[in-house]
């Protein structure tokens, strides 16, 4: 489901960092490191990150990777980015997440505070806002190269290559202010207000300068999400309506599609179109490489779950397990020659540059689109014919990763297709792959210290179709299946079993708080499960609430006395809504779930949505 995911922002890169275009990095089950691929690009290891151990998130560059450690430590590796040596005593310790443009890196550690390296004019030289920048940060956004870094005052400070939505030394302080969230293409940047206005920055001709109507709507106060490609952006409103602007041609001109447009809930760009889903699960699609979706509307007018992009194609994923293909026939737009294998069972879709994969049911692997990207597993021998739990993308191949531990990949061999020269070790044992379009923590957890300032939940939107809940006021038992499932809260204290899929758990039920009616959730995996606030649950959540993990009784106490509403405690895993603000007690709030055995809660892992 795209709910758990960033806003994607083209089939490279997230709103936040970009997809390592050439090479793989992967984690094994004791939270080392190991690659392949294009040598130059992060294939080949330093002995640095070789020898580093406890790794608990990647990150990477278009040409590099950077491992964050469970201590807050940074090594990176590769050609931009690669080299932290100007800032190594920076990185040591105490990193919370880290950001990329195309060419550098951001890091933001506990404390807000900011340090950049690699290309200094994609973004890798923010010494003219060291003060600035030294606290408060709670969020950061890229562009191809440029920085925006969000502060707990909700003011924006910007830096990097002018082209890319960049400023010159002090000039991009303050470039907007009190900003909930901020989307971006290739080269600007998009500022969601807390009263639902837009202020947009960055090249013109990559969505920098709205004009005629999407002006008007962009200052109406009526926007609720802000979606975007490579050049164009796309604004959701709250009557469902959308508004384009960018690139005429690369979805900036809804006009041919604009009496479609109506109840949309989620959108998808690739590099030169996009396309909206309803919330019937119809999809409609415009833009160069989309409007040919009208070949194949009659299979997309319902039953849509989840869209995925390549390069110049969409894909997709029906509730019934169908794949409905368009776009660009060089880029996987055709499946007609595997339409068979993708009429039913099909779980997860994954794309390169120019193919897609689609992982099935019985854990088999189907692939279709350019050969020399992925779209061509002839040569396997039947490897990826079961036994698969997640398939992994770059520009221009795949890693499959089976139940086992160990890894196959395909396509471009010089660029990640091959596992051949591997380096850090033996492909065993392997949990997971870096991935820039998951917040989720792929490797092993660290506790953070209290912070009467906590982290900001990110906004999320959820498509319930498939939901498991229970309308019985007593105790049930919900299980799910191996695959990614989504729990809803019903009434009484039920209890959830996600077993081994990636999943969500989403408390959107109105409900009373307490004992009696918390629900348990049983088998929480911080790697990779994640828990949604919904506002029906949550009658007095505001638009932009914060969540605090503590370990100690006192900082509990803290806590409650905070404008802090959601409150997890680590010795019991008890998660609490804080209605009262920063008075005594929690007001109408109070216990609404616990987890057992207590697993790490971090503010990656969870989201809030917002009823409309």
Known sequence: MTSTQRLVASPD????????????????????????????????????????????????????????????????????????????????????????????????????????????????????LIDILSSGVVQLFSTNGAFAALKKDGSVIGWGDEFSGGFRGKSGIDVAKNVKTISSTSGAFAALHQDNTVTTWGYFNNGGEPAGQALVALKSGQVETVFSNEFTFAALLKDGTVVAWGGQYSGGDVSPVESLLVDVKHIVGNRNAFAAMTGKGAVVSWGISGANYIDVSDQLSSGVVEIVASDQAFAALKADGSVVTWGSDLYGGDSSDVSSLLSGGVVELTASEGAYAALKRDGSVVTWGNPSQGGDLSSLNGLLS??????????????????????????????????????????????????????AYIGK????????????????????????????????????????????????????????????????????FGKKHADKIWDFNPKKDVIIFGSERFGSMSQSPKFLSVDKKSDYKKAQLSDIEFIYSTNNGKLFFNANGDQPGLGNGGLFASLRKSPDLFIDSIGFTVSV
Request: no cysteine; charged share 25%; proline share 1%.
């Open 13 to 128: 890169r997230s709103n936040r960092e970009w997809r390592n275009t050439s090479a793989f990095a992967a984690l094994t089950r004791d939270g080392e490191i190991r690659a392949w691929g294009n040598p130059a690009s992060g294939g080949l290891l330093s002995a640095e990150a070789q020898a580093l151990k406890g790794v608990k998130q990647i990150y990477s560059t278009t040409s590099a990777f950077a491992a964050l450690s469970d201590e807050g430590r940074v090594v990176a590796w590769g050609n931009e980015g690669g080299d932290t040596g100007s800032v190594s005593d920076q990185l040591a310790h105490g990193i919370r997440s880290i950001a990329s443009t195309s060419e550098a890196f951001a890091a933001l550690d506990l404390n807000g505070r900011v340090t950049t390296w690699g290309n200094a004019r994609m973004g890798g030289d923010s010494d003219d």
């Open 445 to 512: 957890s660290f506790r953070q210290p209290f912070d009467a300032n906590a982290g900001l939940i990110r906004r999320v939107e959820i498509n319930p179709v498939g939901a498991l809940f229970s309308e019985k006021k007593k105790n049930d038992k919900i299980i799910g299946t191996s695959k990614q499932d989504l729990f809803v809260n019903g009434y009484g204290s039920d209890r959830f079993m996600g077993r081994s899929g990636s999943d969500i758990f989403w408390f959107n039920t109105k409900e009373k």
């Open 386 to 439: 079961s036994g698969v739990s997640k398939v992994y993308s770059n520009q221009s191949a795949f890693t499959a990763l089976k139940v086992d531990g160990t890894v196959v990949s395909w396509g471009s061999e010089e660029n990640g297709g091959s596992t051949r020269f591997a380096t850090g070790g033996d492909l065993k044992q392997i949990d997971n792959l870096a991935d820039v379009f998951t917040d």
